[in-house]
Each structure stands twice: as structure tokens, then as C-alpha cells.
């Protein structure tokens, strides 16, 4: 049986927790009450699980020292062998609940999500699969019980999406779609290909975690906010009024627009929404980077220059290039039926992180198909 990790870091954890939890002022922020009350809940249930994986230990180190006593009784003897193997599985199955507890969990895990998908390199083709890949997350949003609620968008002339930035609530939305992130090339015949040649196209998908106004603070005099009277598109009026909003946030020079709404208000509360959830984004990327030799089980960076993901039509293939997985299911895959993706880099994620807590040699990550340019 391998020796779990320390538990001391998770009880130190818990007392802190306990103690903001005494503090009177503990329930003024609902949102910050629940993420700590399920931290809270979480430790507590791991230090019961681990000393009960120790108790376990205590009577298994008996029973085996009455059974190597010359001087034991025989029908004690035979009671106590009889009970070893049953306290042996029971620990057994401890220790694999106490190790899996002891990987915590991303703290962003149980928000909802701002989606931003961008055509890349490939014109309209990209235009047009970046408008697949929104239905794709429609879909499987909608599956899954999931609102799905439009932000602001900016269409092409062949009816595909230059931009589409959506907000989708429910359960666990960031802890599945997180891996989503990064750039999605897709291979195929464009309809407008004369000759049949195959074209390769990219765009890129942003997952970025809800935040609110307690998550990040946000300096009024720190943006630059303008309004102007929303097109759609190819430059067609969509009303008369000044209703498109442009935030500027100084400091880190991004840029939120919004258009969808008629009502000035509500796009500039969407804009807002979204300038959150990109500064928490990059609040979280910037705590990670500090511990980036220490926090390599992630899967991928985030970073959206990294290609994560190839969908060649010819060959009805979808390739995960982070984990090597090849499926020949694309037709059923764009049709919102990404779960063995998912799934699989979540376990890829937790034999990482398992790992990094073991001390254990890192899985190696496959080649797969596809991974040719």
C-alpha cells in the first residue's frame, strides 16, 4: 500500500476555513460564502476519510501482529484472519478516495462562461466553421440543460461569424468547456473551391470564467467608453439610435464592443460583463504562470495560440492534439456530442495532477493522427 501525501497543508486549510466561516461578517458576500462553504465541506470530508484510512491502518497492524503471535489462540487467530482481507480492501479503497480528494479542484470550476469564438486564418471558411463551432456549443449546452444567452456578434457576408461572444450558465459549465479553449483548424473542400482542393482554416475559442464585480475591481477613470450607432452586416443600419457600446480598459489595452441589444444600457452591461470575465481570465493566468513549474498537470496552457484541435472532413476524423485522441465521429461531433472529448481530457488532467501530487513519473502524452501541418 503506497503512503498518502501529508495531510497537514488540507488541516491547516480547514482551520482557516473555519475560522472565516466564525467571522460575522462571513455571509456579506453570497458568492464568496458558497465557493468557501463547498472548500470547507470538501477538506472536512477529506481529514474524516484520511483518519479513517489510518484507523484502518492501526487494526490492520494488529490483526497482523496477533497472527505472527505464537501465543494467540487459535479461534482469535482464525477470527483475525478471517477479518484481514476485508479491512485490507477497505483500506484500500480509502486511500484511492483520500488521493482523489486531495487533488483540488480549479477554483473558477463551479462558475459559469463567457465564450468567445474569432475566425482565424482562412477568410470565409473560417467565418462560416467559426459559426459551426458556436452551434456545436449551442448544442451541446442545450443537452446538458444549460441557458445559452448571446453577448455581441459580428457576422460575415456568407452567414458565418467573424465574432460571437455568448454567456452560458449552469452546472459546472467552466469546470467541461475550460478545455475548449485555444485554436480549432479545420481541413475540408470549401464550397466555393473550384478545383476540389482541401483548405485549411483556424479559429480561435476563448473560455473564460464569469466574474463579478467582487472579483475584479475595476477603476471608472481606468476605461475609455464611447457609443455609437450599431450596422450589421456589409454596413446594413440596424437602428438609429446610439446604442453600440466600446470599452477601452486602459491598462492592459483590451477592447470589448457590443452591439446586440437596442438598448445602450444592456450592451453596456454585456461589455462590462465580458471586460470582467477577460481581466479574471487573466488574473488566473498570471497566478499560474508564478507556479508553473509546480502546476503542470494542466492540460494545454490556455494560451490561444496554442492549436488544440483538427476536424478534417476527407477523412470524418476529429484529432485532440494535447492528448493524441483520434475519433472518426465528425458529423456527430459538431452536432454537440463532444463528451468523449471532454472526458478524456479530464482524465488526462487528473492522471497529470495525480502525478504531480504522488510524485510519481508524468503519463506521456501520444502523438495522434493529424498532427502533420
Excluded at 41 to 47: G, N, T, Y
Excluded at 80 to 100: G, N, T, Y
Excluded at 310 to 337: A, C, K, M
Aim: overall charge negative; proline content about 5%; hydrophobic content about 35%.
Amino acid at each position: 500500500m503506497e503512503i498518502l501525501p501529508d495531510i497537514a497543508p488540507f488541516q491547516r486549510r480547514l482551520d482557516e476555513l473555519d475560522a472565516q466561516m466564525a467571522e460575522p461578517s462571513f455571509y456579506a458576500n453570497a458568492r464568496r460564502a458558497a465557493d468557501t462553504t463547498r472548500e470547507q465541506q470538501r477538506l472536512r470530508a477529506l481529514v474524516d476519510e484520511f483518519s479513517a484510512y489510518e484507523k484502518l491502518g492501526r487494526e490492520i497492524a494488529e490483526h497482523t501482529a496477533l497472527l505472527k503471535d505464537p501465543r494467540a489462540e487459535p479461534e482469535m487467530r482464525a477470527l483475525v484472519e478471517s477479518e484481514l482481507p476485508e479491512l485490507q480492501a477497505r483500506r484500500a479503497r480509502l486511500h484511492d478516495a483520500v488521493l482523489l480528494a486531495m487533488i483540488p479542484a480549479e477554483p473558477s470550476d463551479s462558475r459559469n462562461t463567457v465564450m468567445e469564438i474569432r475566425a482565424g486564418a482562412g477568410g470565409d471558411e473560417a467565418s462560416l466553421f467559426a459559426a459551426e463551432l458556436y452551434r456545436m456549443f449551442v448544442r451541446y449546452a442545450e443537452g446538458r440543460g444549460w441557458k445559452v444567452q448571446s453577448m455581441s456578434s459580428s457576422g460575415s457576408d456568407r452567414g458565418g461569424f467573424k465574432e460571437v461572444i455568448f454567456l452560458i450558465t449552469g452546472t459546472d459549465v467552466y469546470k467541461r468547456l475550460k478545455f475548449e479553449s485555444g485554436v480549432h483548424r479545420v481541413q475540408r473542400i470549401p464550397v466555393t473551391e473550384a478545383n476540389g482542393r482541401i483548405h485549411t482554416s483556424t479559429v480561435t475559442v476563448a473560455v473564460l470564467p464569469e466574474a463579478e464585480e467582487v472579483d475584479v475591481q475595476i477603476d471608472p477613470q481606468e476605461l475609455d467608453i464611447t457609443v455609437q450607432r450599431a450596422s450589421g452586416p456589409g454596413g446594413q443600419g440596424v437602428n438609429t439610435t446610439d446604442s453600440a457600446v466600446r470599452i477601452i480598459h486602459k491598462p492592459t489595452g483590451l477592447i470589448v464592443f457590443c452591439a446586440d441589444d437596442r438598448s445602450q444600457i444592456k450592451n453596456k452591461a454585456r461589455a462590462m460583463a465580458v471586460l470582467r470575465s477577460r481581466l479574471l481570465k487573466l488574473k488566473e493566468e498570471e497566478e499560474r504562470a508564478k507556479y508553473a513549474a509546480q502546476r503542470k498537470g494542466q492540460i494545454g496552457t490556455g494560451d490561444r495560440s496554442e492549436r488544440i484541435r483538427t476536424y478534417n472532413f476527407p477523412q470524418n476524423r476529429v484529432t485532440d492534439h494535447r492528448i493524441g485522441l483520434t475519433l472518426y465521429s465528425l458529423p456527430q461531433i459538431l452536432e454537440g456530442h463532444i463528451d468523449p472529448l471532454i472526458e478524456a481530457l479530464q482524465r488526462a488532467e487528473f492522471e497529470e495532477k495525480l502525478a504531480e501530487l504522488t510524485g510519481a513519473p508524468r503519463p506521456v502524452r501520444r502523438g495522434g493522427a493529424g498532427d502533420d501541418e
